[in-house]
């Protein structure tokens, strides 16, 4: 069989979860597994944190369904709410939790007729201007919700969009907008993704919303001391499956785009983009060949990529192959791509995933 695949660990998936309460011990956390657990398997994922989370949180009504499907029973949080009026009654019968975040689904919610009522987090716009009510609308809105029959209970909920950058100063001002605007109104709140939860301990508040750091990836391109603790989940693998002896001057793959500099030793490995692994890698984009370092050469074909194997003698046929995982974070490997390895994880295609726990 071809040799590429992904071993996801679920103990270190655990450990990372845990990690994120250990930082906020007052607080409860969602892990967040939309996307597919950012391509780690949502529901062996979820069934992993069974006994640890405090719930879950997920894009759409679909990937909850999944997780209800597959026995999880703990809160599933719906990150956007619903799309469509007709999720209302799903959203009764399996109990998901809601965010509202725009007027059409206040004016569905004040039209339904629920057999429960709903478990709702409503969505500040602190300053990201993507999704959420205006700071001027939002206490009038909260009010009219905690008159509304059909909501049990009501959160306060924003989001950052630059917590991974501490110095912009962008954070302070949204958390600033947060307080000024919801800190009358009572009720929980949440506003921490992973950036948040590792480094902004002033904002942690109620509710965790911890999603990449969970897949052991760092959300900064800095190095950060909480983030380094954080063990990879996905080790992504392969082997070498031919190896050739290059002229100086010669070029490799795809559009010539590496020209041998010396007489050099190739790789060539099982992992292509159709694998997820990313087409726009640069050349030097670091990969592990037998646990050692060495680089990319020339342009990731899609079932076939080339490393420099000239200064590892001791690699040849067979010899594994890791493209990210223990040893080599997947966000330095992205920053190699112009990428986060949010898209690197959720891009996983095809590969079989293996999992030990
Ligand atoms: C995806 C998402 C998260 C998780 O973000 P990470 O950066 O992966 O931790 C948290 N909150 C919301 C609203 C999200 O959409």
Not at 171 to 185: C, G, K, S, Y
Not at 204 to 225: K, S, V
Not at 230 to 244: C, G, N
Request: net charge negative; with cysteine; proline share 6%.
């Amino acid at each position: 069989m071809r040799p590429a695949h992904a071993v996801i660990d679920l103990s270190a998936l655990r450990h990372n979860y845990q990690f994120a309460k250990t930082l906020a011990p007052a607080a409860r956390a969602l892990a967040v597994v939309k996307a597919n657990a950012y391509g780690h398997g949502a529901v062996r994922c979820a069934e992993a944190l069974r006994e640890l989370a405090d719930g879950f949180a997920v894009a759409c009504i679909e990937e909850a369904l999944e997780l209800r499907q597959a026995g999880i029973s703990q809160p599933i949080l719906l990150l956007e709410g619903w799309f469509e009026v007709t999720e209302l009654e799903l959203i009764v019968e399996h109990d998901l939790w809601v965010v509202i975040h725009h007027h059409g689904q206040l004016a569905d919610l004040a039209e339904a007729r629920l057999a429960r009522p709903l478990n709702v987090w409503l969505k500040l716009d602190s300053g990201m201007h993507r999704v959420g009510f205006a700071p001027d609308e939002y206490p009038a809105i909260w009010r009219s919700l905690e008159n509304s029959p059909n909501v049990a209970s009501l959160t306060r909920m924003t989001h950052f969009s630059r917590a991974d950058e501490p110095e912009t100063g962008r954070t302070e001002e949204q958390l600033a907008v947060f307080h000024r605007t919801t800190d009358a109104l009572g009720g929980p709140a949440s506003l921490c993704n992973s950036p948040g939860v590792l480094a902004w301990p002033a904002a942690h508040g109620d509710w965790l919303r911890p999603g990449i750091m969970l897949y052991g990836a760092t959300p900064f391109e800095f190095e950060q001391t909480h983030a380094e603790r954080l063990l990879p989940v996905m080790q992504l693998d392969s082997k070498i499956i031919a190896v050739r002896q290059i002229e100086t001057g010669e070029p490799i793959g795809y559009g010539s785009r590496f020209v041998t500099q010396r007489p050099t030793r190739i790789g060539v490995v099982a992992m292509g983009y159709a694998d997820g692994y990313p087409r726009h890698a640069r050349d030097g984009t670091p990969v592990l060949v037998g646990g050692q370092r060495t680089g990319l050469i020339g342009r990731v074909s899609m079932d076939m990529l080339t490393v420099d194997l000239t200064d590892l003698p001791q690699a040849g046929l067979g010899t594994p192959v890791r493209f990210w995982g223990n040893g080599l974070n997947a966000s330095e490997v992205a920053a190699h791509a112009s990428t986060i390895a949010y898209q690197l994880f959720c891009n996983l295609n095809r590969v079989q995933r293996l999992y030990r726990d």
